[in-house]
């Protein structure tokens, strides 16, 4: 059995509302059976679309691939078993880079001119899923539905409207604004290492600061059920579903949220900006209160960059929306009885809300230990009372040596 036609879009999403229009991207779509390795990549037309046909019973994934061999891509509306042929399995999304995206002489056109970037955006990454799992089995498609519940949800007509919006894969705006790449000019190397690593497993350290990562294809708004990090040490309360005030989850790509909730942003990690990507969202609460908290064993008389990824979750602004009010802090804990401070900087000041597109700044700075230290303790704090707005999201938390200084 086959069915006899699948349809699917890939959509620039400009304003990440998650609806599924948005103008056409012109980037390599590959579908591939995960059971036989059959593999077709085909390039959508000016509007983003595709139609593949008379694809046999099995298990698939579609997937975006920038770059992929771009002379074996078929243009779209092709038979899949006439065209396909054996591939390895595809393990993880690429998208296209601001910079490829907008590239004119690119073999392909990926894009209508003009319409690429939006405001100050420097990153392309996932408003949907980047990778697509589904079966066909006669003339239905299924996929799950709820990343952890594995539900599945099938439709028999095989041109319903449901399958074409589920393989549509949306791409959008976003802009990461850190500071390494004026160290690196400033002749400061940083260790690629992060301190905050190891640990037991379940551990925040496990994870490296990331937060961790689902496999390919998760539905976005996949919340973990539980808390992932028990020695997380955290003073917020975790929640399985939307934080209000005093709570964090961790999640993938944070879902464009309707009715009430609308203020907050279609939100991708910083770590691979894609489904894949977790990283935690706090609803803030609780001054003085620990958001989360990792002491590392460190050298004395030694330099370290301390670093985190924070965004503001709001996508509006109003004169009752409090920035985010936390603060990125590292103590010398060599003494518990009597830590130090060593850095401390409030997120909130330069954390305004990007009402263009999401945007995940670099919060931290270089540190240097003392003769006598021996442990660092990093902690994100929060600063501020519950209210509207004081919302953020935070990944890549690190802790890495300095190898080489400002030159003299
Ligand atoms: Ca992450």
């Given at each position: 059995?086959?069915?006899?036609m699948?349809q699917?879009?890939?959509?620039?999403?400009?304003?990440?509302?998650?609806?599924?229009?948005?103008?056409?991207?012109?980037v390599?779509?590959v579908l591939?059976?995960?059971?036989?390795?059959w593999?077709?990549?085909?390039?959508?037309?000016?509007?983003?679309?595709?139609?593949?046909?008379?694809?046999p019973?099995?298990d698939y994934?579609?997937v975006?691939q920038q770059?992929?061999?771009v002379?074996?891509?078929?243009t779209?509306?092709l038979?899949?078993a006439?065209?396909?042929?054996?591939?390895?399995?595809i393990?993880?999304?690429?998208?296209?880079?601001?910079?490829?995206?907008?590239?004119?002489s690119?073999?392909?056109?990926?894009?209508?001119?003009?319409?690429?970037?939006k405001?100050?955006?420097?990153?392309i990454n996932?408003?949907?899923?980047t990778?697509?799992l589904?079966?066909?089995q006669?003339?239905?498609v299924?996929w799950r539905?709820?990343?952890?519940?594995?539900t599945?949800?099938?439709?028999?007509s095989?041109?319903?409207?449901?399958?074409?919006?589920?393989?549509?894969?949306?791409?959008?705006?976003?802009k990461n604004t850190?500071?390494?790449d004026?160290?690196?000019?400033?002749g400061?190397?940083?260790d690629?290492a992060n301190?905050i690593?190891?640990g037991?497993?379940?551990?925040?350290s496990a994870?490296?600061?990331?937060?961790?990562?689902y496999p390919?294809?998760?539905?976005i708004d996949?919340i973990?059920?539980?808390?992932?990090?028990?020695?997380?040490?955290?003073s917020?309360n975790?929640?399985?579903?939307?934080?209000?005030d005093?709570?964090?989850n961790?999640?993938n790509?944070?879902a464009?949220?309707?009715g009430?909730n609308?203020?907050?942003?279609?939100?991708?990690?910083?770590t691979?900006?894609?489904?894949?990507?977790?990283?935690a969202?706090?609803?803030?609460?609780?001054?003085?209160?620990?958001?989360?908290?990792?002491?590392v064993?460190v050298e004395?008389?030694?330099?370290?960059?301390?670093?985190?990824w924070?965004?503001?979750?709001?996508?509006?602004?109003?004169?009752?929306?409090?920035?985010?009010?936390?603060?990125?802090?590292?103590?010398?804990?060599?003494?518990?009885?009597?830590?130090?401070?060593l850095y401390?900087n409030?997120?909130g000041?330069?954390?305004?809300?990007?009402l263009?597109?999401?945007?995940?700044k670099q919060?931290?700075?270089?540190i240097r230990?003392g003769?006598?230290t021996?442990?660092?303790?990093v902690n994100?704090?929060?600063?501020?009372?519950?209210?509207?707005?004081?919302?953020?999201?935070?990944?890549?938390?690190?802790?890495?040596?300095?190898?080489k200084?400002?030159?003299?």
């Amino acid at each position: 059995m086959a069915i006899s036609m699948l349809q699917g879009s890939l959509k620039y999403d400009a304003d990440r509302k998650a609806d599924g229009t948005g103008d056409g991207m012109r980037v390599p779509i590959v579908l591939q059976n995960l059971g036989t390795g059959w593999t077709i990549p085909i390039m959508p037309n000016e509007n983003g679309d595709w139609t593949i046909r008379n694809v046999p019973d099995g298990d698939y994934q579609i997937v975006e691939q920038q770059g992929y061999q771009v002379s074996n891509v078929w243009t779209s509306d092709l038979d899949y078993a006439s065209n396909g042929s054996s591939a390895p399995r595809i393990t993880e999304a690429k998208l296209p880079s601001v910079q490829e995206y907008n590239q004119q002489s690119s073999p392909v056109t990926i894009h209508a001119p003009g319409k690429m970037t939006k405001g100050s955006s420097n990153v392309i990454n996932g408003v949907s899923e980047t990778t697509k799992l589904f079966s066909v089995q006669g003339s239905s498609v299924s996929w799950r539905t709820n990343g952890e519940k594995n539900t599945l949800s099938t439709v028999a007509s095989s041109n319903d409207n449901d399958i074409k919006k589920f393989l549509t894969i949306l791409n959008g705006p976003s802009k990461n604004t850190g500071f390494e790449d004026e160290l690196k000019n400033q002749g400061i190397t940083i260790d690629s290492a992060n301190l905050i690593s190891g640990g037991p497993p379940g551990s925040f350290s496990a994870d490296n600061g990331t937060f961790g990562s689902y496999p390919q294809g998760t539905p976005i708004d996949s919340i973990m059920p539980s808390p992932p990090y028990n020695d997380l040490k955290s003073s917020f309360n975790y929640i399985n579903g939307y934080p209000e005030d005093g709570q964090y989850n961790v999640e993938n790509t944070k879902a464009h949220l309707n009715g009430s909730n609308a203020t907050w942003w279609n939100l991708a990690g910083h770590t691979t900006g894609d489904e894949r990507d977790k990283f935690a969202i706090v609803n803030g609460s609780n001054p003085g209160q620990n958001i989360l908290s990792q002491s590392v064993a460190v050298e004395p008389n030694t330099a370290y960059l301390a670093s985190a990824w924070v965004a503001n979750m709001l996508k509006t602004r109003a004169s009752n929306f409090k920035l985010p009010q936390g603060k990125l802090e590292v103590t010398d804990t060599t003494d518990p009885s009597n830590p130090k401070i060593l850095y401390s900087n409030n997120l909130g000041t330069s954390l305004e809300a990007n009402l263009d597109h999401p945007e995940w700044k670099q919060f931290g700075d270089i540190i240097r230990t003392g003769g006598a230290t021996r442990q660092l303790t990093v902690n994100i704090i929060s600063t501020g009372p519950s209210g509207d707005g004081n919302d953020y999201a935070i990944d890549d938390v690190t802790l890495r040596k300095v190898l080489k200084k400002r030159p003299p």
